[in-house]
């Protein structure tokens, strides 16, 4: 069974840094093109960042520069470091394999994990 937990989140101050983590089991993540993605309260899910199998990465184009989505291959985790946080940050993040958003609906997402950023 194909399983991504997220962790790492938590309550910053706006500027400043988390490191989000997300650990695979029954699936290879450097096999894989892996990706984040976030949900605000009342909004729909976004993608955010995404790592290829061979290991290119591509951001959403507002995030590019604060978003750096990176993984360790021995421990099969992929990580989400976010810098300068602001408060439209705020909101769920999730990994799991590259979809596209009409796939969402279809999507068994994790419990993500939650981040929120005080102004």
């Known amino acids: 069974q194909v399983q991504f937990v997220e962790s790492g989140g938590g309550l910053v101050q706006a500027g400043g840094s988390l490191r989000l983590s997300c650990a695979a089991s029954?699936?290879?993540?450097?096999?894989?093109?892996m990706a984040w993605y976030r949900q605000a309260l009342g909004k729909q899910r976004e993608w955010v960042a995404r790592i290829m199998s061979d290991g290119i990465t591509t951001y959403a184009r507002s995030l590019k520069n604060r978003f750096t989505i990176s993984r360790d291959n021995d421990k099969n985790t992929v990580y989400l470091q976010i810098n300068s946080l602001k408060p439209e940050d705020t909101a769920t993040y999730y990994c799991?394999?590259?979809?596209?958003?009409?796939?969402?609906?279809?999507?068994?997402w994790g419990q993500g994990t939650q981040v929120t950023v005080s102004s």
């Open positions: 799991h394999r590259m979809f596209r958003s009409s796939q969402f609906p279809y999507v068994s």
């Open positions: 029954g699936s290879t993540v450097s096999n894989n093109d």
